[in-house]
């Protein structure tokens, strides 16, 4: 199977800037059909959509069939939760809420086997069932693994230093929603305070060459732009409830404006 995770690596380091998308209904064929629709990485949200293990292996394996990496949000920074999820081989995995730097290095030590870390070891889907030899499986894993930890507390800005300087993390990805809510101003993300507290992590990040990128939902044009000027890595971007939203709205007043023009 192809490594959708090196690749990510390789073209960041590269200097390509990435889109990715975002997965919250429970059947695969819609993240397969996002993944035709020409999204390259899609992040399958294991926080807020309804999956338990079956949907989410088959989400995974819908996307890499239809030729896009696979990131996968758990629900917590829990070995519990994190080890399964990474048993079915998917491209990236997602940890929400970091805000310490002990946080940043539970979860790189979760994902991670010893003596580095602490993950059991069983692989299922991640070995290609068994294909690839464990001597062949533990000198690739960690390269074809992001493990990406989510920014979105103001917590985390006061200590985004002692984050950043945890080994083992390939990725930040901000969440500018739940971060402008932990500044009691939810859904205010255009204030300058927001932004202040923001710009520190992407500060933080560029100084460590540690890619950055934002998780969002159908942002007006002038946010994105806001942050695409600053140079940002990557972005996920859109998700299949909100185009199902948008085009069925569309279509409704496009058959309205019809009628009354009869």
């Not at 294909?131 to 533990?138: G, P, R």
């Not at 402008?180 to 500060?203: F, R, T, Y």
Request: net charge negative; with cysteine.
């Amino acid at each position: 199977m192809k490594s959708y995770g090196s690749e990510w690596k390789r073209r960041i380091k590269a200097g390509e800037f990435l889109v990715g998308g975002h997965i919250f209904l429970p059947n695969p064929a819609m993240a397969e059909a996002m993944a035709c629709f020409g999204y390259e990485y899609l992040w399958i949200d294991g926080e807020h959509g309804s999956y338990d293990k079956e949907a989410l292996l088959a989400h995974i394996t819908a996307v890499n069939g239809a030729g896009a990496g696979a990131f996968v949000r758990v629900t917590a920074n829990e070995p519990a939760l994190i080890k399964p999820a990474l048993e079915m081989g998917p491209d990236g995995i997602i940890v929400p809420m970091v805000n310490t730097a002990a946080e940043a290095a539970a979860f790189i030590s979760a994902c991670t086997y010893p003596p580095k870390g602490t993950r059991g070891f069983g692989p299922r889907r991640a070995s290609h069932y068994g294909v690839m030899s464990d001597k062949e499986y533990l000198e690739t894993i960690d390269d074809s693994l992001v493990k990406m930890v989510q920014i979105e507390h103001r917590e985390a800005a006061e200590h985004i230093d002692d984050i950043l300087d945890v080994q083992g993390i390939d990725a930040v990805v901000l969440g500018p929603y739940d971060f402008s809510g932990s500044m009691g101003l939810l859904g205010q993300l255009q204030h300058p305070d927001v932004l202040a507290k923001i710009e520190l992590v992407l500060k933080g990040c560029k100084a460590r060459k540690i890619p950055c990128g934002f998780s969002v939902g159908s942002a007006n044009t002038d946010y994105l732009r806001y942050w695409l000027d600053k140079n940002i890595d990557f972005i996920f971007c859109g998700d299949d409830i909100s185009f199902v939203k948008s085009g069925t709205e569309a279509t409704h007043k496009k058959i309205s404006d019809l009628r009354n023009k009869k």
